[in-house]
Structure formats: C-alpha cells, structure tokens
C-alpha cells in the first residue's frame, strides 16, 4: 500500500509539538506495518528519517493578511501534487486538516484519489474560541467539504469523534485513533539529563512540564501550584521544557509566586531530548484546562503518553480522554481542572511517598506499552481502512 | 565577536523562538527587556499600539524563530510607523535582520501590501465561487 501524507497548514518554521509528534508516530508506525509513505508540506519540514518529504511553500505574497493564505494555497497544492502523483502513485492520501484547506478533496476530484482526513478539531471551533476568523462561512464550507468527501476520518478521541459528525462528515466513516507514543524512545532506561546537577537539584523532587504552552495546556495552573506546593515541600522544584504562547504569563506567575530559583525553563528542544528531560523528573503534570465554551475537552495529549510510556507518577486533569486513560490511583493522580490547590495536593501527595510514584508510575508504563504505542494506532487505522474498501466493495 | 548595534538594544519583543539564540546569531548579549507577544497579537491593534508607544525613544528588536516564514510583517511596520518606533529590527535565530526603513516601509512594501490585498481579494471570491458551485 501506497500512502502520500499530506500537511499543508502555515506552521511557519516551528517543527515541534504534538502535531509533529503524531505526524513522526503515525507515519512510523505505518511503515513498520509495510505502508510505503511519502510526505507533502508546505513549511519546513520536521525530520522524517527515511521518509521522502515533498515541500510546496507557501506563495510569497500572501503573508501579511490572516487565512488568505490558506484559502489560495488550496490551487497551489493541487497543481505541484500533480508530478508527485504521477510518479508515486498513492493508493490513499492522509491529509492533515487545517484552515480552509480542501486538498484532499480536490485531489480527489482531479486524480481520483480517495483521502482519509486527519481530523484534529474544528477550525471553526477553534478559531471562534481561542484565536478569530475573518472569513467564518467561508471557513464552515472548507470544513463540510473536507469532512464529506473523506472516505475515512480520524478523529483522537471520541468527543472529537462527535464534532466531525456535527461538523459534516458521514457517522459510518469516522474513527477514533488517539495520540500514542514510541514506547522505546519514551522509556524508563532513558539517561537522565544532566539538569539535576546543573541547578544543585540531586535530593529535590522534580516536577515536570513538557509542551507548546498553548492556551489548554494549563501551565500558568501549574506554575500557580508550585507556588502553594513549595510552601508545604521545600524539596519540589519546577521544570519547564519547551515554549509558547503563555510562558510569558507562567513566568509572571513564577516571579509573583517568589520561586523563581526553584522553577527551570530550558525552552524549547529537539523532540529527541525530550525524553532525557522527562527522566530528570519525580513527577509529571497534564494540566490541561476545560474548553473555555463549555463543551467537552476533546483533546489527546502527546504528553500524557510519553509521561506513562516514561514510568513517571502523572497528576492530570481528568478531562475526556485523560480521564478514560489515567485511572485515579492506579496510573495516575487526579486534580480538579483549573484548579491549583488541588493540583497542588496531588503533587504533595506524591513529593512525600516515593512507593506511591514508583507503584503509578509502573502501571502507567505497563498500560502505554499494551495499548497506546505508534504502531498499535497504525494497525487501527490500516484496519479502518481496510474496512472502508471492504464496504465499498 | 560583539555587535554594537545589538549590544545597544534596550527592548526585545519575542514572537517566537529563542531570544538568547537570536541575539547569539545577531551578535549580540541578552541584556534587554523582555516583552512576550503573541502572533495573533497583531489582530489587536490597540493593544499593540499602546505596548509599542510605550517603547518611543529606545531600541526595539522583535526575535521571531526563522524571519522567512514570519508572517504580519508589514502590518507589524506599519503599527511601528504609527507608533513612532523609528530604531527597530526583525531578528532570527539564524542572525537574519530585516531593519525598519522608511524608504523602504513606503516604496516597497506598502505598494506590495497593495498589491497582496488586490490579489488575495480576487483569490477569496475565485475560492468562494469554487467551493459553492
């Protein structure tokens, strides 16, 4: 089976985080089931191994207005495919869904290739809640189409599951395939980094943090509990890997909380360096915050399973999945969404009873390696697939 | 080796990526204030407005991490001109340096800011036609 990925959102020259995380996963995991994969972006691309990437960029004169961009690059893509087509010829296309992008669905029309569409949220959701669109119908349209003409949609999780149907797309043919992790690079052998030494931090009780700072991601909670933690434990210390939109706001609440010689931040780093930072760490945290609408968290943080795949002791907000992935005091600890003192007792807890942390951290590897890695999400969705030719046929 | 230029930089805006790297390649030390912004921040135009005034007077660096794909810029320009910023760069963590000019604000790139609005114009109402019919 041939299988072209395409990506082709605006994510400038930015190659980490969860988006990227999945795209190396999934795309890994595929090949190891004996998919021939190649790969078409439209940014620089993030390392792929052998994998080979294809880069259409952007038109140059498109970058000072917001979503115009995406809505002419649609054209762009489709004509530069038209060789890459030609030569690979893929049996399917995986097209990321993103902002007014209907790729997949012109391809289909002009190359009569069928497309699985990468469900990770409605644009429309998330720009009318957390950033804004310009072009609102516009937008709604571009996500219809995209969602109708799929012949399968992925969708992480199973509140995502619901948006796609809202959203357009055919109940039958949406499936959910959450996030996973490379149980082998994310692994309680993993050699810590040297970060303990470096900050005097040998006896203390690392608290970690890894992610883009995204407005869900609920860092500014945690740099607030660390806050009420350290006046309970003067052993924890704080550790923020990676960067974004709200470290500014973490950093203030730092500085307002006086701890800022017990909190690191080494910013941002290769995807491959993470584990080594996360095995520094006693403790780690998913804080994710609840959709400021409302609605259910539809969310399936990367994190959450490099935390386990790492053997960690997690504190997590159980929101959606999380809380259908982490059991409270089997696989993890539990703390009210947004709340800080509650994330805060929880770290506490688990500060003053190392077997507690080794206990959650063990079944919390044992379940990531048994259901959650690459290549198990890659055998669900070749499954998937095949299930669709199977109905057509 | 030390640049002068960045070694006088009083006010550091960061819209992403590292600003110890970006002055590192710039040739420069970390000595200034930091502002964090966000990209979207530039749909805010009062809000920028205010920070940037704020800023008259002093040498101004915006570090994004690659200034090739670093989108908003003229409208950036544009928010620094009105606000009377008239010492300030765009800077990368590659040392790449885009430094604000009037000449160039009025010859070059607002005539292509123009021309960008005509075409993207033209391009929404081809795609709204497309994606209804």
């Known amino acids: ?393 | 080796m030390t640049n002068d230029r960045a070694a006088r930089l009083q006010q550091v805006l960061v819209l992403s990526g590292s600003p110890e790297r970006a002055m590192a390649a710039f040739g420069g030390t970390l000595d200034a204030q930091l502002h964090a912004l966000e990209e979207f921040a530039v749909a805010k135009p009062a809000k920028v407005l205010a920070l940037l005034r704020s800023l008259r007077g002093t040498n101004v660096a915006i570090v994004t991490k690659d200034l090739r794909y670093q989108r908003f810029r003229t409208i950036w320009k544009l928010y620094g001109a009105i606000a009377g910023l008239s010492h300030w760069m765009f800077i990368d963590e590659q040392g790449r340096c885009d430094r604000f000019s009037w000449v160039k604000l009025f010859a070059i790139e607002l005539p292509l800011l123009v021309l960008e609005g005509a075409v993207s114009l033209v391009g929404v109402f081809v795609g709204w036609i497309r994606l209804r019919y």
């Not at chain 1, 995991?29 to 990437?53: F, Q, R």
């Not at chain 1, 937008?139 to 219809?144: F, I, N, P, R, V």
């Not at chain 1, 509990?225 to 003067?234: E, F, H, K, P, R």
């Not at chain 1, 994330?343 to 044992?366: F, H, T």
């Open chain 1, 1 to 393: 089976m041939k299988l072209l990925y395409i990506r082709t959102d605006f994510y400038g020259a930015a190659t980490d985080g969860g988006s990227f995380t999945m795209q190396k996963g999934i795309l890994s995991g595929l090949m190891a089931e004996g998919v021939d994969v190649e790969v078409v972006t439209s940014c620089p691309p993030p390392e792929h191994g052998t994998i080979p990437v294809h880069v259409i960029p952007y038109s140059r004169l498109t970058m000072n207005l917001p979503e115009v961009l995406s809505v002419l690059h649609n054209g762009r893509v489709v004509r530069r495919v038209a060789p890459i087509i030609a030569r690979f010829r893929p049996d399917v296309i995986y097209q990321r869904h993103s902002s007014h992008n209907i790729t997949g669905a012109m391809i289909l029309r002009r190359y009569g290739v069928p497309y699985i569409l990468q469900f990770d949220g409605s644009e429309l959701w998330m720009k009318t809640n957390w950033s804004r669109t310009y072009l609102p119908r516009m937008l709604q349209d571009a996500e219809h189409i995209a969602l109708r003409c799929a012949a399968l949609v992925t969708a992480v999780s199973e509140p995502m599951q619901r948006m796609a149907i809202e959203c357009g797309a055919a109940p039958d043919r949406v499936v959910v395939v959450p996030n996973g992790v490379d149980t082998e690079q994310f692994s309680p052998s993993v050699v810590p980094s040297p970060i303990r030494r470096h900050y005097g931090w040998e006896n203390a009780v690392v608290v970690g943090f890894v992610g883009t700072f995204d407005r869900w991601h609920g860092a500014e909670v945690l740099a607030e509990a660390l806050g009420y933690a350290l006046q309970q434990n003067s052993s924890l210390r704080g550790l923020f890997v990676g960067d974004g939109a709200t470290q500014g706001r973490v950093m203030d609440i730092i500085q307002r909380c006086g701890i800022v010689n017990r909190v690191a931040f080494v910013g941002r780093v290769p995807h491959a360096d993470v584990p080594s930072y996360l095995a520094a760490c006693d403790i780690l945290a998913v804080p994710t915050l609840p959709n400021p609408d409302g609605t259910e968290f539809f969310g399936s943080p990367t994190k959450l399973f490099e935390y386990m795949a790492m053997g960690k002791a997690i504190v997590a907000s159980p929101l959606g999945q999380v809380r259908l992935i982490i059991a409270d005091g089997e696989t993890g600890l539990w703390c009210q969404p947004g709340d800080a003192l509650s994330l805060a007792n929880a770290i506490v807890r688990l500060a003053a009873d190392p077997a507690l942390r080794i206990k959650l951290g063990e079944a919390a590897r044992r379940q990531a390696v048994e259901h959650h890695s690459w290549s198990a999400r890659a055998r669900a969705l070749l499954q998937a697939w095949e299930n669709v030719r199977a109905s057509k046929s």
